[in-house]
């Protein structure tokens, strides 16, 4: 039996990622989102392992948030108690690996403007989830006074990596887009790049689901 064409959302968390996965579910497509973790050390034990990466997981077609960050209590969503160097697993960056071992699947790269993704992940999980990226950081470079600051330049330059990364393997791949989570078409240019390739759609709408929208600036009061 033939397995149904594959998604992968490739973007970083905080980049809609919960949006993404509920526009697929809206449109009948079985998608998992993070699964508390699990969905990226399945795929780190798969890795490891020498299997495929999606072992375990093959009811799916649409993956999503395929990251696990862990610190002490920090960050486990658990009572989980994960003890040093951490747990730091991003398998969205296995999108070569994911391209060879599943062909013809699509690749949605999720952005949104940095500097907000930067603070939508400084306050994620009240301050835990940073505070779990920036202990791990810390005890992996030796430097105990890794701050916040830090941190922020460390996400700025994994995005920019990241990003580089991908353009570099999809270059002028069809099945490959790169939408914007916050511009008003994103949910036509998803819907119109799925029916491109097969996939049914019957809402076109990008529900906003998880995602901090900066405050507007206050208005200038006139001369």
């Given at each position: 039996?033939?397995?149904?064409?594959?998604?992968?959302?490739?973007?970083?968390?905080?980049?809609?990622?919960?949006?993404?996965?509920?526009?697929?579910?809206?449109n009948?497509?079985?998608?998992?989102?993070?699964?508390?973790?699990?969905?990226?050390?399945?795929?780190?034990?798969n890795?490891?392992?020498?299997?495929?990466?999606?072992?375990?997981?093959?009811?799916?077609?649409?993956?999503?948030?395929?990251?696990?960050?862990?610190w002490?209590?920090?960050?486990a969503?658990?009572?989980?108690f994960?003890?040093?160097?951490?747990?730091?697993?991003?398998?969205?960056?296995?999108?070569?690996l994911?391209?060879?071992?599943?062909?013809g699947?699509?690749?949605?790269?999720?952005?949104?403007?940095?500097?907000?993704?930067?603070?939508?992940r400084?306050?994620?999980?009240?301050?835990?989830?940073?505070?779990?990226?920036?202990?791990i950081?810390?005890?992996?470079?030796g430097?105990e006074?890794?701050?916040?600051?830090?941190?922020k330049?460390?996400?700025?330059?994994?995005?920019?990596?990241?990003?580089?990364?991908?353009?570099?393997?999809?270059?002028?791949?069809?099945?490959?887009?790169?939408?914007?989570?916050?511009?008003p078409?994103?949910?036509?240019?998803?819907a119109?790049?799925?029916?491109?390739?097969?996939l049914?759609?019957?809402?076109?709408t990008?529900?906003?689901?998880?995602?901090?929208?900066?405050?507007?600036?206050?208005?200038?009061?006139?001369?």
């Open positions: 039996m033939e397995t149904a064409r594959r998604v992968f959302v490739v973007g970083h968390n905080k980049t809609g990622t919960q949006s993404i996965h509920k526009f697929f579910l809206d009948g497509h079985a998608g998992v989102h993070w699964d508390k973790r699990r969905l990226a050390e399945a795929m780190a034990s890795h490891d392992r020498g299997r495929p990466l999606l072992e375990g997981y093959e009811r799916y077609t649409v993956f999503s948030d395929m990251e696990s960050v862990a002490g209590s920090y960050g969503f658990s009572e989980e994960v003890p040093p160097p951490g747990r730091l697993i991003h398998a969205y960056r296995w999108f070569a994911l391209d060879a071992q599943y062909p699947s699509l690749f949605v790269y999720n952005v949104r403007p940095v500097e907000d993704w930067i603070e939508s400084l306050a994620h999980a009240q301050g835990r989830y940073a505070e779990a990226y920036r202990a950081l810390a005890w992996r470079s430097e006074r890794f701050s916040l600051e830090d941190l330049a460390h996400w700025r330059g994994e995005c920019h990596e990241h990003e580089r990364l991908l353009h570099e393997h999809f270059a002028g791949s069809p099945r490959f887009l790169e939408v914007d989570i916050m511009s078409d994103a949910g036509e240019r998803l119109a790049f799925c029916e491109r390739h097969g049914a759609i019957r809402s076109r990008l529900p906003h689901v998880g995602v901090r929208v900066p405050a507007p600036a206050p208005e200038q009061a006139g001369p």
